[in-house]
């Protein structure tokens, strides 16, 4: 327990240090947020629950991604367990760490995030905001293991921004996040299902658009909980 509490420790203080880390998981974010509110009216009507939608999916993505995988192979390259002079240990403190540093850094950017939706644009607080918080951490465990596991293929900075920005594109474009998935052709609907990040967008828009329970959005969260464990393993 000691290993993992210290390396936990150590991966938030460097979190903290990053510049990159700040603007992929505040800076980004919160510039989306305001930008598609203004241009969505999202005082008007409930157009400030699809914006909240769309901010968080594409948050999540960048926490995983990013945050994930361009910091686990920066990490390696710079030898920064030598540096801590951390004993060799196995890779399940790491995995561990890592997530749960994503989710420290990445989570009050979300409660943030739900209290300028209410007080900025007059969203009424979901009976079901604990649900909603809970499935957006599901969906953070999911995308982060998807980055861990590409930092774990490749060799160098250079080929881990290459695939982060493939997998970030392709989660973007083709999650619904972006472009609503009824423009889709039937093949590049099917090809969609197979995307976590679309299960990721589905369950948000059901909890927080349409008010469902998690019981109702149980596809989602099974899809979301197989990527994390997959993916983790």
Request: proline share 4%.
């Amino acid at each position: 327990m000691k290993a993992y509490l210290a390396l936990i420790g150590i991966d938030i203080r460097l979190a903290f240090r990053q510049k990159a880390v700040i603007f992929f998981n505040y800076l980004m974010p919160f510039g989306f947020f305001f930008v598609f509110a203004q241009t969505n009216h999202a005082e008007q009507g409930g157009a400030i629950l699809q914006v909240v939608t769309m901010v968080a999916v594409l948050g999540t993505i960048g926490n995983g991604l990013f945050g994930g995988g361009m910091r686990a192979v920066q990490d390696r390259e710079a030898n920064i367990l030598r540096r801590y002079k951390v004993a060799p240990i196995s890779p399940l403190p790491l995995l561990l760490a890592s997530t749960v540093t994503g989710l420290i850094v990445y989570m009050p950017f979300v409660i943030a995030m739900l209290f300028l939706a209410h007080v900025q644009y007059g969203m009424q607080v979901p009976s079901n905001v604990v649900s909603i918080v809970g499935f957006i951490v599901l969906g953070v465990v999911a995308i982060r293991a998807i980055g861990l596991i590409i930092a774990s293929v490749v060799n160098s900075m250079q080929e881990v921004t290459v695939l982060v920005q493939i997998v970030y594109m392709t989660m973007l474009f083709l999650s619904g996040a972006t472009f609503p998935t009824t423009m889709f052709p039937g093949w590049l609907l099917i090809v969609s299902q197979f995307i976590p990040a679309t299960w990721l967008v589905t369950g948000l828009q059901g909890l927080l658009i349409r008010h469902e329970s998690l019981a109702a959005n149980w596809q989602a969260i099974a899809a979301l909980l197989l990527t994390a464990v997959i993916g983790l393993l």
